[in-house]
């Protein structure tokens, strides 16, 4: 059971990928998963329904692991309040997807520069 970043750190790819259980003060569920390139995954294992699923919380080391104690605890909570925390998941990046494109965010610049937003007496256009 993994304890300590430094022991995240010494986690070595082999001809399988596999999980290793962290600890985690929150209860158990915690796992890191190392693939056979290196990539170091965190997962949070859990079980909504009667049924058991695992989600991908982030990826060490842009995750470290207070973030990923921190990210787990939270979704212990939303189990806890009988949600499924993929589902919430997929309902945030479709929400992401439907955010402003490239397009709309450089016309909606444009038009409030030229209707002088940006400064006092405004830009003709």
Same mark, same amino acid.
């Given at each position: 059971?993994?304890?300590?970043?430094?022991q995240?750190?010494?986690?070595?790819?082999?001809?399988?990928?596999?999980?290793?259980?962290?600890?985690?003060?929150?209860?158990?569920?915690?796992?890191?998963?190392?693939?056979?390139?290196?990539?170091?995954?965190?997962?949070?294992?859990?079980?909504?329904?009667?049924?058991?699923?695992a989600?991908?919380?982030?990826?060490?080391?842009?995750?470290?692991?207070?973030?990923?104690? %921190?990210?787990?605890?939270?979704? $212990? *909570?939303?189990? #806890?309040? +009988? @949600? %499924?925390?993929?589902?919430?998941? $997929? *309902?945030?990046? #479709?929400? +992401? @997807?439907?955010?402003w494109?490239?397009?709309?965010?450089?016309e909606?610049?444009?038009?409030?520069?030229?209707?002088?937003?940006?400064?006092?007496?405004?830009?003709?256009?």
């Amino acid at each position: 059971m993994i304890t300590t970043d430094r022991q995240i750190q010494s986690l070595k790819p082999g001809e399988r990928v596999y999980w290793q259980s962290v600890r985690s003060p929150h209860g158990g569920g915690l796992a890191i998963r190392v693939s056979t390139r290196g990539t170091r995954s965190w997962y949070v294992r859990y079980r909504h329904d009667g049924r058991q699923d695992a989600i991908c919380i982030g990826h060490y080391p842009g995750m470290k692991l207070q973030a990923a104690r %921190d990210r787990h605890y939270e979704i $212990r *909570q939303l189990v #806890a309040d +009988n @949600l %499924d925390p993929k589902r919430i998941q $997929r *309902q945030q990046k #479709a929400a +992401n @997807l439907e955010a402003w494109s490239m397009d709309q965010l450089f016309e909606s610049y444009g038009d409030f520069w030229c209707t002088g937003g940006g400064r006092k007496g405004g830009v003709s256009c």
